[in-house]
């Protein structure tokens, strides 16, 4: 420990900081426009020069390390002239447009400038002007304002890993742009717009609609992904006016993707639902809370009753909150049905009696930045967790080696020490390559499951090294991402990759989708175990076979069924053969409308209060921020009234805390014992298609609220839908690119442009889920054909 | 890149950056970038979009940082240029030596200011900085020869000289 003085208080402080981190920790603020804690030091803006005892010149705090019996003025006579110099060059070229600028009232110029700068200026030649880029539909740019402190710059090579803005020309003409005109297209780009120290660049969706101090800040939790971001959202007269991050080193740190931060921009869409609604004899009216309620539960009554409760099942989002979750099956439970699933977009059940109680990470978010060697298996982490890439991108920076078995070559932040590039089908021997090649190095005898169908697999050197390096370099992490889950063989992937952990020492990570997969575990929205995991006289069945087998009856709960279920023309079909569908939905579509008999308008997550529980078990409650329009409520709440309605015992919740409390007492006097499978339940066996369709969800196609964010659509453009294929595959399947074609999946067809990519491999089709134009397709990698 | 057409760079052209990037450790090929740029510039005397593309995709890096070197020096151009380019120096020495006076001499004379090329494509006029030739102001830099002591009599036989 060093022991130096500020402003004649005495600090101490480790070796290697620089004065202004020590004046940071001890309070004393030192104006800075280019230094940020997460960024390199660049000392380019000199704004933060200050005296040191001993040193003829001012020096930059930012770049200025600490040493023993120093004695630093920041205030000092020579440190405020030095600063209201640099902030007399910095006005020079500036516009005084602070009345028409949108970081005018929340702007560290325009702070400083009060601080240290004159109230006349003695520059009296022309300013520069500077041409504005046009950087996509999320960030607005006015470069005259510019004062080039390199933050966004900074940002992208460092932080974002994809320099897309640099500092072109030089000395009074340099300029921050991306010199060819185009837009920005890393998934973290709207930081910039929070690093940005004045209104160069902002945001493009609140532009012009609010001034700083008309806003309250409130906070939630992300809705998107299985992080659970901070978020402090910008409300105004109850309406959300902006979504900023909210500092938190474990999960978020100071950053956002830019999917929680504009996804907000999907809360006022026009298919808003806001009255209930039954259909009867084919017409759709509107009804109060009280008929609806009634109705619905008089008719699901009935079906339970007459066709037995088999025949009911409930589907509820993954990203609904555990409050929600939890009244969602202690209703449907209570009046006898145990069908209830969360697992939209899953397909292979097999190990669920084997599954921990709840899936998600072993590691803790921040720990992934420790990891020394991590093999990604069927994620497409950049797109699925944004924020998750950065920290893995962090590990790699620090010389963790980073390995991926994907269907499709994904552009990653990060180095890939290897990746293996393989037919979907191909996934579990892959992996079980890695294995092999560990059992032979350390001649151990294989698990009798396996021995037999690991003798044909032959090990490449690129396995040999995988497996090397998970062995060797600890701690080290497996990631399995949404393809690997919504696998037709997940669950032999998932028990190859614990047979790989055991093997390695590694540990295994499954990366959940929507916001609340764990949370529904614990709630206990599964076929097969109630909340926190408790075991059932009950089974109930899994989502595949809920929509495989048709019932009479489905409760859906903010589930846009053929957009965000494995194989919609399934769905779609169970739906339209049901007596009765009831949606508890923000939106009124016209899907709902065709299939549905009765719509309960629920409440936005913005607008409701619950938990949240991410991927590394961490419980993030929230309330409401913001009201929901009148006749539109809470899930909640409505759950409640059901229950009480059906006259269910303990149902009288006064708060979403109460649930919540319940829940947790729940689970501090139980623990759950699930029985370690002796063997492993592996099944290499497959069944090649001749075409195989691959499908992910779009990073701005997971759930309703984004796919209604117009802006994130917009930037997403050039990510559309189509028929994503190989060049040799155009060739053989005689198509073109550019073309279109038509893909015949299930004996359903859609006519969709060919999009030539040359990432996917061969033998298969990348066509998208969660979009209108595919809602007609089934399985999710099931065989189709493409022709012209 | 979608927007601007694809070059791709000969072969003697990776020959030669090839050589350069050998002069570094292999993890810093961005040191090759300078004499990349001058040897792809050789060709038309001008760099395009396209080609500071393929130099980017060559060295594997971030187009931008290509365009951040690019328009950082003065001796790349970026725009199509004349047969011959006149870079008069215009700092301080030169001036005291009657620069202003050459150039006028010299923008009259070709007809164009600086920054331009004339109409029949054969002359670019620019400014340069420092030519670190202060002993001999003023100094001009053509077609990447030094030329000092200069008067509007002696840049007129240079000039008359050129094809």
């Known amino acids: 420990m060093i022991e130096l003085e500020i402003d004649g208080k005495k600090v101490e402080a480790e070796p290697g900081n620089m004065i202004i981190q020590v004046a940071d920790a001890m309070g004393v603020y030192i104006p800075r426009f280019c230094y940020h804690k997460k960024l390199s030091i660049a000392a380019n803006c000199r704004m933060c020069l200050v005296e040191v005892e001993k040193i003829g010149k001012p020096v930059p705090a930012c770049a200025t390390p600490i040493s023993q019996g120093m004695r630093v003025f920041t205030k000092s006579e020579k440190a405020l002239a030095a600063q209201r110099a640099v902030m007399e060059f910095l006005l020079i070229n500036h516009p005084l447009d602070c009345p028409i600028c949108d970081q005018g009232g929340e702007c560290e110029l325009q702070d400083l400038a009060l601080g240290y700068g004159d109230d006349l200026s003695r520059y009296t030649e022309g300013k520069r002007a500077v041409d504005d880029e046009n950087l996509g539909s999320l960030i607005a740019t006015d470069m005259t304002r510019c004062i080039h402190c390199t933050r966004c710059v900074r940002f992208g090579t460092e932080v974002a890993g994809m320099r897309e803005l640099g500092t072109v020309w030089r000395g009074e003409h340099m300029e921050i742009k991306t010199f060819v005109g185009k837009s920005l297209t890393s998934e973290v780009s709207g930081n910039i717009i929070d690093l940005c120290p004045v209104g160069a660049l902002t945001s493009k969706p609140y532009r012009y609609t609010a001034r700083a101090w008309e806003l309250q800040q409130r906070y939630t939790i992300a809705p998107h992904d299985c992080l659970g971001s901070h978020l402090n959202v910008h409300v105004r007269r109850n309406e959300v006016m902006r979504v900023v991050p909210r500092e938190s080193e474990a999960i978020n740190e100071t950053w956002l993707s830019d999917r929680d931060r504009f996804s907000y921009t999907g809360l006022k869409s026009e298919d808003r639902l806001n009255q209930p609604m039954i259909k009867q004899s084919g017409h759709w009216q509107s009804v109060s809370w009280e008929v609806a309620l009634e109705y619905m539960l008089e008719a699901l009554k009935k079906v339970i009753a007459v066709q037995g409760p088999e025949q009911a099942a409930g589907i509820i989002s993954p990203s609904a909150t555990l409050e929600e979750s939890y009244l969602f099956q202690r209703l449907l439970r209570g009046l006898g049905c145990p069908n209830i699933d969360h697992r939209l977009r899953q397909i292979d059940f097999a190990d669920q009696d084997s599954m921990p109680l709840y899936p998600g990470l072993k590691v803790k978010i921040a720990d992934l930045e420790q990891q020394r060697a991590v093999l990604i298996i069927g994620a497409n982490v950049r797109q699925e967790q944004p924020l998750l890439a950065l920290r893995l991108r962090k590990a790699n920076l620090k010389g963790a080696q980073i390995f991926c078995i994907n269907p499709i070559d994904y552009q990653v932040n990060f180095n890939l020490n290897q990746k293996l590039i393989c037919h979907p089908t191909l996934l579990p021997e892959m992996l079980a390559g890695i294995i092999k090649a560990i059992l032979v190095k350390q001649a151990i005898e294989a698990p009798t499951t396996i021995a037999e169908q690991l003798k044909s697999i032959q090990v490449t050197e690129q396995q040999q090294a995988i497996a090397e390096a998970l062995s060797v370099n600890q701690p080290s992490t497996i990631l399995l991402g949404a393809i690997a889950q919504q696998h037709p063989q997940a669950a032999t992937l998932r028990s190859l990759a614990s047979l790989l952990a055991e093997l390695t020492g590694a540990s295994v990570n499954l990366l959940t989708e929507g916001a609340n997969t764990a949370g529904a575990w614990l709630a206990g929205a599964v076929p097969h175990r109630g909340a926190v995991g408790l075991t059932q006289d009950k089974l109930g069945q899994t989502i595949a076979e809920l929509f495989a087998e048709p019932r009479k009856a489905y409760v859906l709960f903010n589930v846009e069924p053929a957009q965000d279920c494995a194989n919609p023309k399934q769905v779609t079909k169970a739906l339209q053969q049901a007596d009765l569908v009831v949606a508890l939905t923000p939106y009124n579509t016209p899907y709902l409308q065709q299939h549905a008999d009765v719509l309960l308008p629920i409440a936005h997550h913005a607008e409701t209060s619950g938990t949240y529980v991410n991927a590394e078990g961490e419980w993030q409650s929230f309330a409401a921020v913001v009201s929901a329009p009148e006749q539109v409520k809470p899930g909640w709440k409505v759950l409640r009234v059901l229950g009480n309605l059906a006259d269910l015992a303990d149902f009288n919740y006064t708060a979403s805390t109460e649930i919540r409390d319940e829940l947790q007492g729940m689970l501090a006097n139980h623990s759950l014992k699930v029985a370690k499978q002796v063997q492993p339940r592996i099944n290499l066996a497959y069944t090649k298609h001749p075409l195989t369709r691959i499908t992910e969800w779009p990073m701005y196609r997971v759930d309703g609220l984004v796919r209604r964010a117009l802006p994130l659509q917009q930037a997403a453009s050039h990510d559309s839908v189509g028929i994503r294929i190989n060049s040799k595959m155009i060739e053989q399947l005689q198509l073109a690119a550019g073309g279109l074609a038509t893909v015949e999946q299930a004996g359903e067809s859609v006519t969709l442009p060919v999009i030539l990519d040359e990432r996917i491999p061969q033998g298969c089709a990348l066509i998208a889920g969660g979009f209108a134009e595919t809602e007609v397709l089934a399985e999710s990698f099931g065989a189709i054909t493409i022709h012209v | ?163």
Request: proline fraction near 3%; include cysteine.
């Open chain 2, 1 to 163: 890149m979608a927007e601007t057409e694809l070059y791709k760079l000969t072969e003697t052209m990776c020959g030669e950056i090839d050589q350069w990037i050998a002069k570094f450790p292999p993890e810093r090929k961005q040191s090759a970038l300078l004499a990349s740029l001058h040897i792809v510039q050789k060709e038309t005397g001008w760099l395009s979009t396209a080609q500071l593309n393929a130099v980017a995709d060559y060295l594997g890096l971030a187009y931008v940082t290509v365009y951040e070197v690019a328009t950082f020096y003065s001796m790349y151009d970026l725009q199509p240029v004349g047969r011959h380019k006149v870079h008069l120096c215009n700092n301080i020495s030169c001036m005291l030596n009657g620069s202003e006076k050459l150039s006028e001499h010299v923008k009259a004379k070709l007809g164009v200011e600086f920054g331009a090329t004339t109409t029949d494509g054969k002359f670019t006029l620019k400014h340069a900085e420092c030519l670190a030739a202060c002993a001999g102001a003023p100094a001009a830099q053509i077609d990447g020869v030094h030329y000092e002591n200069l008067t509007p009599e002696k840049i007129d036989k240079i000039l008359d000289n050129l094809d």
